[in-house]
């Protein structure tokens, strides 16, 4: 399988198309700052001046003397300076010191970072660099003898004791299963607090897939939705919460686990969250294949057959992502895309598990809303693949309302 060249960018705020925010790739490159190549950031554009040719003009005239040439302009007086060392971001995070910018350079803009002029509804993906079989990297073959040899002694040397994991994977139990509290929480959203939600302000995040293609169907012979991501990613953690809401509303979860996205502190850290690695679904309704293509600390995971494959490189991609390869994606049964998060996750900073599950029964939540609002226009989405079964969760308000409007945004 073709490893993807790119990784996702994660824009915390929406592109102009409908994609939705928060797609992400498996490496993850820094989002590129506002500023033009070779400029340095903090600036101000100068008044023309008496100012040497050679030198970097601030935002007063410069003293021959005041500049050696080729030097970054000081920071007007009054204008917002570059990161602080130590200052308080809008979560009330201390940011560690930033490394000053090398001349002619841009230092890296933190990722979720406004681009200017940007618009749209949902938060934006990352590039995902998905994991290679193992056939496919470049010690597989020419060092194939070796590894043979290797192998014959390492089975004597192991006889009597077992593997991590059966399927060569790490064991999922690096991560602990969720609280029973957490769960009850998450699972058993009240009817009155989703009906007065609605769409909590959220966007209709499902993209109807254009021609006719297949139904996608799970190994029951239910519409299936798939589901890329990776532990790391803080916008797959955002939406990892309304996932789970909508599909236990179809079926339930085991051996669901907890997890946080990665400490990087300029990735939006620590987003705590579940993971689907190591879980498994069952529905009358509705089948669930989830890939968790990386742990929280980037090590490879789960990589997709080539059946999955094939849906991420004809859909994950223009015109329903404006970030190729970009995570979390979703493929509801080959009749919409879901690209992108539809909850921010800067809104779940500083926030426990437990805490933000308790949001979950305060309707004038702004955690609640988004969590939940995101969960009631899958649940609707889901709806419309399943023809509307089972009745108790697709005939009442609010998921009827938003089932009408899908599509028409």
Same mark, same amino acid.
């Given at each position: 399988?073709?490893?993807?060249?790119?990784?996702?960018?994660?824009?915390?705020?929406?592109?102009?198309?409908?994609?939705?925010?928060?797609?992400?790739?498996?490496?993850? $490159? +820094? *989002? /590129? @700052?506002?500023? #033009?190549?070779? !400029? =340095?950031? &903090?600036? %101000? $554009? +100068? *008044? /023309? @001046?008496?100012? #040497?040719?050679? !030198? =970097?003009? &601030?935002? %007063? $005239? +410069? *003293? /021959? @003397?005041?500049? #050696?040439?080729?030097?970054?302009?000081?920071?007007?007086?009054?204008? /917002? @300076?570059?990161? #602080?060392?130590?200052?308080?971001?809008?979560?009330?995070?201390?940011?560690?010191?930033?490394?000053?910018?090398?001349?002619?350079?841009?230092?890296?803009?933190?990722?979720?970072?406004?681009?200017?002029?940007?618009?749209?509804?949902?938060?934006?993906?990352?590039?995902?660099?998905?994991?290679?079989?193992?056939?496919?990297?470049?010690?597989?073959?020419?060092?194939?003898?070796?590894?043979?040899?290797?192998?014959?002694?390492?089975?004597?040397?192991?006889?009597?004791?077992?593997?991590?994991?059966?399927?060569?994977?790490?064991?999922?139990?690096?991560?602990?299963?969720?609280?029973?509290?957490?769960?009850?929480?998450?699972?058993?959203?009240?009817?009155?607090?989703?009906?007065?939600?609605?769409?909590?302000?959220?966007?209709?995040?499902?993209?109807?897939?254009?021609?006719?293609?297949?139904?996608?169907?799970?190994?029951?012979?239910?519409?299936?939705?798939?589901?890329?991501?990776?532990?790391?990613?803080?916008?797959?953690?955002?939406?990892?919460?309304?996932?789970?809401?909508?599909?236990?509303?179809?079926?339930?979860?085991?051996?669901?686990?907890?997890?946080?996205?990665?400490?990087?502190?300029?990735?939006?850290?620590?987003?705590?969250?579940?993971?689907?690695?190591?879980?498994?679904?069952?529905?009358?309704?509705?089948?669930?294949?989830?890939?968790?293509?990386?742990?929280?600390?980037?090590?490879?995971?789960?990589?997709?057959?080539?059946?999955?494959?094939?849906?991420?490189?004809?859909?994950?991609?223009?015109?329903?992502?404006?970030?190729?390869?970009?995570?979390?994606?979703?493929?509801?049964?080959?009749?919409?895309?879901?690209?992108?998060?539809?909850?921010?996750?800067?809104?779940?900073?500083?926030?426990?598990?437990?805490?933000?599950?308790?949001?979950?029964?305060?309707?004038?939540?702004?955690?609640?809303?988004?969590?939940?609002?995101?969960?009631?226009?899958?649940?609707?989405?889901?709806?419309?693949?399943?023809?509307?079964?089972?009745?108790?969760?697709?005939?009442?308000?609010?998921?009827?309302?938003?089932?009408?409007?899908?599509?028409?945004?």
């Amino acid at each position: 399988m073709a490893r993807p060249s790119k990784r996702r960018r994660q824009d915390l705020t929406a592109d102009s198309t409908p994609e939705r925010r928060g797609s992400v790739p498996a490496t993850r $490159p +820094a *989002t /590129p @700052s506002a500023t #033009r190549p070779g !400029t =340095v950031p &903090g600036t %101000q $554009p +100068a *008044t /023309p @001046s008496a100012t #040497r040719p050679g !030198t =970097v003009p &601030g935002t %007063q $005239p +410069a *003293t /021959p @003397s005041a500049t #050696r040439p080729g030097a970054p302009p000081p920071t007007p007086s009054g204008a /917002p @300076s570059a990161a #602080r060392a130590g200052s308080q971001g809008a979560t009330g995070r201390t940011s560690p010191p930033a490394p000053a910018p090398r001349r002619g350079t841009a230092p890296p803009a933190r990722r979720g970072a406004t681009p200017p002029g940007s618009g749209g509804s949902r938060y934006r993906t990352q590039r995902v660099a998905l994991p290679r079989p193992w056939w496919q990297q470049p010690w597989a073959w020419g060092g194939a003898a070796t590894l043979v040899v290797v192998a014959v002694v390492v089975v004597f040397l192991l006889v009597g004791h077992s593997s991590p994991s059966k399927s060569g994977l790490p064991s999922p139990d690096v991560n602990p299963l969720a609280p029973a509290s957490v769960l009850s929480a998450v699972t058993g959203v009240s009817p009155t607090v989703s009906s007065t939600i609605g769409a909590g302000g959220v966007t209709d995040p499902l993209q109807p897939l254009s021609g006719s293609p297949a139904q996608l169907t799970g190994p029951n012979g239910h519409p299936e939705l798939f589901y890329l991501g990776a532990e790391f990613c803080p916008y797959c953690a955002a939406e990892r919460w309304s996932v789970v809401i909508a599909l236990s509303r179809f079926g339930s979860f085991s051996n669901l686990r907890t997890t946080m996205s990665d400490s990087n502190p300029d990735d939006i850290p620590n987003t705590h969250t579940f993971t689907f690695y190591g879980s498994s679904y069952s529905s009358q309704y509705l089948d669930f294949a989830p890939i968790e293509s990386a742990d929280r600390n980037n090590n490879p995971l789960q990589t997709p057959t080539a059946a999955q494959q094939a849906l991420i490189n004809s859909y994950d991609t223009s015109p329903y992502s404006s970030t190729t390869g970009g995570i979390p994606f979703q493929d509801l049964a080959n009749r919409y895309i879901l690209s992108g998060a539809g909850v921010n996750p800067e809104i779940l900073q500083g926030m426990d598990w437990q805490q933000i599950a308790d949001t979950l029964s305060n309707s004038q939540s702004q955690v609640a809303q988004a969590i939940i609002g995101n969960a009631n226009w899958i649940t609707a989405g889901i709806c419309k693949v399943t023809g509307n079964q089972p009745g108790s969760v697709c005939n009442g308000a609010p998921i009827s309302t938003l089932e009408a409007q899908i599509g028409s945004s």
